[in-house]
Each structure stands twice: as structure tokens, then as C-alpha cells.
């Protein structure tokens, strides 16, 4: 719903959101998702309770879990979702929130994410590796990876997908669950964020700024910025990039790293979601979201 703007929106640097809209749970928000081409967002809360929200964050859809949602991934499309519940029960959902399916991973999962169109979904195992499963649970294949991924994404274009390790590895994986390359960091990963249009991976490299690497893993550039960068979005094109900071700092760029708009929030930043243009930026927080409009 509208919402006044909060006064530290207009104590930063650059051009302030034009509109702000705000969406609050029943209880602490512990995951929240959103939907590149339907523009749809889901939230899960600490109650168990599922939030359909839709692009100006008003509830169109409700359901409760018996236990919260500690990760969710939806489909570009916004047809299909899933939910880790726990250490590792993976739960397939449909577009109304009701539960499909339900699978007991044999690990504790890190990560997961799912492909644009809701067939293939990814699980990474806290340990190192992981699975894929089709829109139905089944087994697909096992992933190998040199360390645990604790942040995934499927590429729209292509039949891959990304990962990163909270520190020491990124990498591009196939269909078949075999690594197409795997490049060794020298930094901590807080977020990662893909460039759907060319492929390339933005990582929240922490103290280290923001890193850009391109489709076969080869840094391309590096933005430091003021703060310990532990959030990244991207638009479909990257002409807009969001980074927030541990220190609640929040930052809107261009392509070329030039800065936006800048601001200290009251909140910590949990996750980011860009609008596909970039025209807008979803912050999830513990207890809101807010749709910050330009």
C-alpha cells in the first residue's frame, strides 16, 4: 500500500524515489522471492503464512505452512515455486501457494533455485554439490562443486545455472549437473545477482565492493563503494544495479558504476529484487518490504 515516504529516503545523495509503497507481514519475514517476467513477489513469514503479492505489493494470495519457509525460489514466469521448510524438505508449490509436492533432501540445503519456467530446480547440499529435480521432485542428476554454494540463480536465456560460495568459488552449471567452469575468488560472497541480457554475474563481494564477472567467469570490473557491500540486484540489462551494505546503506548505479541515488536506512536489507527496467527496487526487511519507485 502507499506509504509516506521515510525521511531517510531524502537524506542521501542523488535523485530521491519518486514513490514508495510498503507491504507488512504478520510476523518477522524469513524469505521472499520474486518473479523477473510475472512481476509477481512471495513472502514467508516466522507464522508459517505464504504471501502472493503483486507488483505494487498487495496481497493477492495467502496460505500458511505448518512450519515457516526458511529459502524460496519462483519461477521467472511465476507458475511455479519452491520452499526449503527446515534443514531439508523441499516443497514444490503452484501459483495459488498450494503444495504439490514435498521431498526430503539428504542434506542440509544451502541454496536453491529454480529454472524460468518451473521444470528444473537445483538444491545445493550444505556440505558441497547438490541436486537437481524436475517440476515434480524427481531425481535429475547430482551436481558436483568444489565447495558448498550458498547463492544460485538460473540464467532466462540459456539452460544453466550460476553459483557462488560464501568465500573461495563461482561457477556456471549445466542441466546434466557437470560444472561448465569453476573460477577461484579471493573474497567473501554475501549476494549474488545475474545480468539475464549477457550472462554476466554481479557478487556483493563484501569488503571487497561489488565484482562483475562475464558469462565464462572472467572479472570484467570492480566498484568499491562505502560500506561492506552483502546485497546486489541487477535489471534484465544491467543499466541499474542495487547494493545494500551491513552498514544499511543503500545504493542505486548505472552501468558504469556512476551513483543514483545513495541512502543509510533504518533497517538492514535482507534481499533485493530489481524491476526487469530497473525503474524500481523491492527491500525486503524483518518486519516490511518496500517498493522504492523511479
Not at 105 to 114: G, R, Y
Not at 154 to 174: I, M, Q, R
Not at 210 to 218: C, Q, W
Request: charged share 15%; glycine share 10%; hydrophobic share 45%.
Amino acid at each position: 500500500m502507499p506509504s509516506a515516504t521515510p525521511t531517510w529516503m531524502n537524506q542521501g545523495a542523488g535523485q530521491a524515489p519518486d514513490s514508495v509503497l510498503t507491504f507488512r507481514p504478520e510476523a518477522t519475514i524469513t524469505a521472499f522471492s520474486g518473479m523477473l517476467e510475472g512481476g509477481d513477489f512471495v513472502f514467508a513469514d516466522q507464522l508459517g503464512t505464504l504471501y502472493r503479492l503483486d507488483s505494487l505489493l498487495n496481497v493477492t494470495t495467502l496460505t500458511r505452512l505448518q512450519d515457516p519457509a526458511r529459502l524460496l525460489a519462483w519461477s521467472a514466469v511465476g507458475k511455479r515455486g519452491i520452499a526449503v521448510v527446515g534443514n531439508s524438505t523441499l516443497l514444490g508449490l503452484s501459483e495459488k501457494l498450494k503444495m504439490d509436492w514435498s521431498v526430503d533432501l539428504p542434506f542440509v540445503c544451502s541454496a536453491i533455485a529454480i529454472d524460468p519456467y518451473g521444470q528444473y530446480i537445483f538444491a545445493a547440499d550444505a556440505d558441497g554439490g547438490g541436486l537437481l529435480v524436475n517440476e515434480r521432485g524427481k531425481k535429475i542428476a547430482p551436481v558436483t562443486t568444489l565447495r558448498p554454494l550458498t547463492h544460485v540463480e538460473f540464467l532466462v536465456e540459456e539452460p544453466v545455472f550460476f553459483g557462488a560460495a560464501e568465500h573461495g568459488l563461482l561457477g556456471a552449471y549445466s542441466l546434466n549437473g557437470k560444472p561448465m567452469w569453476e573460477e577461484t575468488l579471493w573474497s567473501n560472497v554475501g549476494d549474488l545477482s545475474l545480468i539475464q541480457s549477457s550472462g554476466k554475474v554481479a557478487l556483493a563481494s563484501l569488503n571487497h565492493g561489488l565484482h562483475i564477472y562475464n558469462a565464462n567467469g572472467e572479472s570484467t570490473a570492480t566498484l568499491v563503494l562505502d560500506g561492506t557491500v552483502q546485497r546486489i540486484a541487477c535489471s534484465y540489462n544491467g543499466k541499474v544495479m542495487y547494493a545494500g551494505t551491513v552498514e544499511n546503506k543503500l545504493y542505486r548505479l548505472d552501468n558504469s558504476g556512476h551513483l543514483l541515488w545513495a541512502a543509510e536506512a533504518d533497517q538492514p536489507a535482507l534481499g533485493l529484487f530489481a524491476h526487469p527496467l530497473g525503474q524500481s527496487v523491492v527491500i525486503c526487511q524483518e518486519s516490511a518490504a518496500l517498493r522504492l519507485a523511479w
